[in-house]
């Protein structure tokens, strides 16, 4: 790699002997309290591992994987916009510009908005598009809502630097200072802060001489700046203009001038105790080709310590979300942060947190990567195994009937895959042939075991849903570690849930604890009494926001659960037991509420939600139903769950009619699991009907119910031919 050039290093130098020489500076607010964000696009922690000043500053603060998630679709100008509104945000590169407001920008500015700005203010001329894009966006989110905030605050924003390449001006990092009109206090975002070189692929660079001084300018009237150090993005928009070589080569001159940069801001922190945070919006083109999409966020100074970063939006050490970044700032500056759907971020000290975060990615990477193979291999192996079954129950003597072992010990394994999925994690496998082989060959071991010694039905069908509703429940108390890390549970990387149960376990749980207790009512080893409390652990687990965290996973589970102690006592479902149910339901989830918002520091998304409705009326609640719908309508179309779950409807179907009676013979000497899985059936509707991912939910949770049935099924038919 070919070094910096003495120029640059020259540069770093004056610059240094600037920022020294204003120490003493006293600025213009009430405290001197500066937060300071310098934008460091399309890079991973590894590719700073080896730089002083990234180490200086990454090594002394706190450090954390950082979700990007944008509204719709990604990209690199959603990723800004998202830090300025504190939510998933929409928008497009055009309609995130930042103008420096001469006399010729003031008055197209007006034309627009109607505002008059000041000499020298930043303006985004193109507010009103990103304002509608908003609106029209899946979250409700509001542009420019930190900068708006810090305004009302009395605090005074400017932004620093662009990554414009040649005549495309990209100057996103203008979105997370302005305010909700479209407009910074200050700032300088043109040509003047680029350099000619004819040596870098735009021809045009950062110049850090320029940016000391005009920083240093800011700094006497300014509170929070963002600069955009905006050579690593135009290198990455323009990667195609140079082969695998030069790209290493452009950006380590790039990064090395950056950590030169960072090596010397980090002595003016210390002496002014500034919120610094080394912030990268978006990962390069090589992060998105491997899935690792999470990027490097890192805070210094100002009470952030040597460890790692967590929030209240994600729970989880290592990683939290781009939307946390607001309300630490407004927090910082000791400005309400309660209208805004992200957490303060907080320093959990760790000792090697670089070591740490970088194998926290690694592990994530690999589980979401995983994780569609897997899963959508064991889906069509769901469906191979159902239809076979059926085929099995109609033609029960092909082959001599040893079709039905087979059979049996199919299903057997189907039953055992999610609880195997679950433990898996403990073997620390890392590739995808490997814990493949290993869920693979675990369940189909266990299956062939459990076969072996366990003979009758009900016995066979208590061990399995048994061990999988227990290992769900133990991980949730524990916290969580294991569903976590299972290709099973949830996908930080996709945003959608960073804590508690997810959708799919939750179906499962759902689904082995009705097949639980219909056994253990079977072989009369339980009342009605222990039923009822079981069935209460297991809405409490899911429901509760400190531990599932699941409002959907309860409700379904209490629709369900409730159907299912009626139908066992016999009580006829009627409009009084529905509004019985009903009342049930509306005081736990009130008391779920309660208990979110008085006694746990970290409040989940319920009181998120309770408290957005609060503030904007029904409205809010309506966006969140609106969005559930749509997000279900897409599932339908695209997930592969979606055909699991017609599969089993249609089997189901075929079953009602032929073989004929058998289903009366079947429920007639099964009871209970004729109960049971009636009140799966409500599972599989309500859990529809209510989650997000609903179709996830209700696909999951029928494994049991199709699986628990034809397993019963093959029995009565193995027992009707043998004494035929």
Not at 473 to 496: E, F, R, W
Not at 629 to 652: E, Q
Request: hydrophobic share 50%.
């Amino acid at each position: 790699m070919k070094p910096i050039g003495g120029i640059a290093a020259s540069c770093i130098l004056i610059f240094f002997a600037l920022f020294c020489e204003a120490a003493q500076a006293k600025s213009c607010d009430d405290n001197g309290k500066k937060a300071l964000l310098v934008i460091v696009d399309r890079i991973s922690f590894e590719d700073v591992e080896g730089l002083h000043g990234f180490r200086q500053i990454i090594d002394s603060g706190s450090i954390a994987l950082m979700n990007n998630r944008p509204s719709g679709t990604y990209s690199a100008c959603k990723a800004y916009i998202n830090i300025g509104s504190g939510a998933r945000a929409e928008g497009t590169a055009s309609a995130a510009a930042a103008l420096k407001a001469d006399q010729e920008v003031r008055k197209l500015f007006y034309s627009r908005t109607g505002r008059t700005v000041s000499e020298g203010m930043l303006v985004n001329p193109n507010i009103n598009r990103l304002i509608s894009q908003n609106k029209r966006g899946e979250y409700g989110a509001v542009a420019g809502s930190l900068g708006q905030f810090l305004r009302n605050g009395g605090r005074r924003t400017a932004v620093l630097g662009n990554a414009d390449c040649g005549d495309n001006q990209i100057r996103w990092a203008a979105s997370i200072a302005m305010d909700r009109n479209g407009i910074a206090d200050n700032g300088v975002v043109g040509s003047d802060i680029l350099i000619e070189d004819g040596g870098f692929p735009t021809g045009r660079r950062t110049d850090y001489y320029k940016m000391a001084i005009l920083f240093e300018e800011l700094l006497k009237s300014t509170d929070f700046i963002v600069v955009e150090t905006g050579d690593l993005t135009r290198i990455e928009e323009n990667r195609d203009m140079y082969n695998e070589q030069m790209y290493k080569t452009h950006r380590y001159d790039a990064l090395m001038r950056i950590d030169e940069f960072l090596c010397h801001l980090k002595e003016r922190a210390d002496s002014e105790n500034w919120l610094v945070m080394l912030v990268t919006p978006y990962p390069s083109e090589a992060g998105i080709s491997r899935g690792a999409r999470l990027t490097p966020l890192v805070v210094y100074g100002s009470g952030f310590s040597a460890g790692l970063l967590t929030s209240g939006t994600t729970r989880r050490d290592g990683i939290v979300g781009s939307i946390d970044i607001a309300p630490t700032v407004l927090e910082f500056f000791g400005i309400s942060t309660y209208e805004l759907v992200g957490r303060p971020l907080r320093g959990v000290p760790m000792a090697g947190n670089l070591e740490k975060v970088i194998k926290i990615n690694d592990n994530t990477v690999n589980t979401s990567n995983f994780r569609y193979p897997i899963l959508y291999n064991y889906a069509l192996f769901v469906i191979f195994v159902v239809l076979i079954g059926l085929f099995t129950i109609l033609y029960p003597g092909l082959w001599d009937g040893r079709l039905v072992t087979v059979e049996e010990f199919a299903l057997v394994t189907v039953m055992l895959f999610p609880v195997v999925l679950l433990l898996l994690p403990l073997a620390g496998l890392k590739t995808i042939a490997g814990l493949s082989a290993a869920a693979v060959l675990t369940a189909a071991i266990a299956g062939y075991a459990a076969l072996w010694y366990i003979k009758d039905a009900n016995k066979m069908l208590l061990f399995i849903s048994g061990i999988t509703i227990t290992a769900i429940i133990l991980d949730i108390v524990t916290g969580g570690g294991m569903i976590k890390s299972s290709v099973l549970g949830y996908d930080p990387i996709i945003g959608a849930r960073y804590y508690g149960i997810g959708n799919e376990y939750m179906g499962v749980a759902a689904g082995s604890a009705i097949v639980a207790c219909c056994s253990l009512l079977e072989q009369g080893r339980a009342g009605l009494k222990l039923i009822a409390a079981l069935l209460c652990v297991v809405v409490i687990v899911i429901g509760y926001p400190g531990l599932g965290a699941n409002m959907g996973g309860a409700i379904t589970c209490l629709l369900a659960f409730g159907f299912f102690m009626l139908r066992i006592r016999e009580v006829p479902v009627g409009i009084r037991h529905a509004a019985a149910i009903g009342i049930i339901m509306a005081a736990v989830l009130a008391a779920f509420l309660l208990a979110d918002m008085i006694f746990l520091e970290e409040q989940s998304h319920l009181a998120a939600a309770a408290q957005g409705t609060v503030r904007t009326g029904p409205l809010h609640i309506l966006m969140i139903v609106h969005r559930k719908v749509l997000m279900n309508f897409k599932l339908l179309r695209y997930t592969f769950w979606t055909k699991v779950l017609i599969t089993v409807i249609a089997v189901t179907g075929i079953l009602f009619y032929r073989p004929v009676g058998i289903f009366k013979r079947v429920f007639a000497k099964h009871p209970y699991f004729a109960k049971g899985w009636s009140a799966l059936v409500v599972a599989a509707a309500s859990g529809m009907a209510v989650n997000d991912s609903g179709v996830v939910t209700s696909a999951t949770g029928s494994i049991f119910f199709i699986t628990s049935m034809l397993y019963i099924l093959l029995q009565e038919r193995r027992i009707k031919r043998e004494t035929a």
